[in-house]
């Protein structure tokens, strides 16, 4: 999908021109300010993939043996380099979680792949990659409370599934109840919108339940799926929010969590503009608002 290096081209142009502190950017480009830098990664391990996946759904995916029904589910051509770019994936969001934990905010220019069970995948999503940080956090930090911030158009059914009997992660959704997929899991908080809802309905609802769902659990961590399905030319997300409307909900997510400084991986979630030129500017939009709230 050409989301992803069209994203990093707008987030490249859009930073400062300041160089960073250092006097080589990992990347040899000099333009980013020193709130903004971009790393890239290697796949992540496979032993850190199994403490969520099964070993035979994984073999099934390298080896292109995915039953038909499965195969139909998952919507991608399963092959050990769909396997390799799921673990880079997964790899993008480890690195945003430490990250997070040590400097506050963090991207993954990817990742938010919410629809991945343990032993299969669903919507584009073969790895769950926020479930396995998780899941690693919690060999070295067991008692770690995580937040799971989902406003991706589409309930995180996979996610849920995986988190339904840990009291130390809460999962909030925000999303189109008449959706994907067909068959939700219920999570921690969902919070079902209509089909075609407007961004000031939808506005009002993610401030009058995303806070005090926020206060009352007192996360030490929050895992932001941002999404950008739900914009009004999206093709599959179902609602109607505009750019401005965009602005607004990372705003408001932004302050709660840098009010509060609790550290926060952000991730990229779905994208399904019918300009696909639109999605990536969706995608790097808040990457860039989060940059400056960083610097704030």
């Given at each position: 999908?050409?989301?992803?290096?069209?994203?990093?081209?707008?987030?490249?142009?859009?930073?400062?021109?300041?160089?960073?502190?250092?006097?080589?950017?990992?990347?040899d480009d000099k333009r980013f300010s020193p709130a903004?830098?971009?790393?890239?990664?290697?796949?992540a391990p496979f032993d850190l993939v199994l403490r969520?996946?099964?070993?035979?759904?994984?073999?099934?995916?390298?080896?292109?043996?995915?039953?038909?029904?499965?195969?139909?589910?998952?919507?991608?051509?399963?092959?050990?380099?769909?396997?390799?770019?799921?673990?880079?994936?997964?790899?993008?969001?480890?690195?945003?979680?430490?990250?997070?934990?040590?400097?506050?905010?963090?991207?993954?220019?990817?990742?938010?792949?919410?629809?991945?069970?343990?032993?299969?995948?669903?919507?584009?999503?073969?790895?769950?990659?926020?479930?396995?940080?998780?899941?690693?956090?919690?060999?070295?930090?067991?008692?770690?409370?995580?937040?799971?911030?989902?406003?991706?158009?589409?309930?995180?059914?996979?996610?849920?599934?995986?988190?339904?009997?840990?009291?130390?992660?809460?999962?909030?959704?925000?999303?189109?109840?008449k959706n994907y997929p067909a068959v939700k899991t219920?999570?921690?908080?969902?919070?079902?919108?209509?089909?075609?809802?407007?961004?000031?309905?939808?506005?009002?609802?993610?401030?009058?339940?995303?806070?005090?769902?926020?206060?009352?659990?007192?996360?030490?961590?929050?895992?932001?799926?941002?999404?950008?399905?739900?914009?009004?030319?999206?093709?599959?997300?179902?609602?109607?929010?505009?750019?401005?409307?965009?602005?607004?909900?990372?705003?408001?997510?932004?302050?709660?969590?840098?009010?509060?400084?609790?550290?926060?991986?952000?991730?990229?979630?779905?994208?399904?503009?019918?300009?696909?030129?639109?999605?990536?500017?969706?995608?790097?939009?808040?990457?860039?608002?989060?940059?400056?709230?960083?610097?704030?």
């Open positions: 999908m050409d989301k992803f290096w069209r994203a990093e081209a707008l987030i490249r142009a859009g930073s400062s021109p300041l160089p960073p502190p250092s006097a080589c950017h990992p990347l903004l830098s971009i790393h890239p990664v290697d796949p969520v996946h099964t070993n035979d759904y994984l073999e099934q995916i390298r080896t292109g043996s995915l039953d038909p029904r499965a195969a139909l589910k998952l919507g991608l051509p399963a092959c050990e380099a769909l396997l390799t770019r799921s673990r880079l994936e997964v790899a993008g969001t480890l690195a945003a979680t430490y990250a997070a934990l040590t400097d506050g905010l963090a991207c993954n220019l990817a990742g938010g792949t919410h629809h991945a069970f343990p032993d299969h995948g669903q919507g584009y999503c073969v790895l769950n990659d926020v479930a396995i940080a998780i899941r690693d956090l919690h060999v070295t930090r067991p008692e770690l409370r995580v937040f799971v911030l989902d406003t991706d158009a589409h309930q995180g059914n996979g996610t849920h599934a995986i988190f339904a009997a840990d009291q130390r992660v809460f999962t909030y959704s925000i999303h189109v109840g219920s999570g921690s908080l969902d919070v079902e919108l209509p089909r075609y809802v407007g961004g000031a309905d939808y506005l009002e609802q993610l401030e009058a339940t995303l806070a005090p769902a926020f206060f009352d659990f007192a996360p030490d961590l929050v895992f932001w799926i941002a999404g950008a399905d739900p914009h009004e030319h999206d093709r599959f997300g179902q609602m109607k929010l505009n750019d401005a409307d965009f602005g607004a909900r990372d705003e408001h997510i932004l302050r709660l969590v840098t009010r509060t400084r609790t550290p926060t991986a952000i991730l990229y979630g779905g994208g399904y503009n019918r300009d696909r030129e639109h999605t990536a500017r969706i995608h790097a939009a808040t990457v860039l608002r989060a940059a400056t709230f960083f610097r704030a």
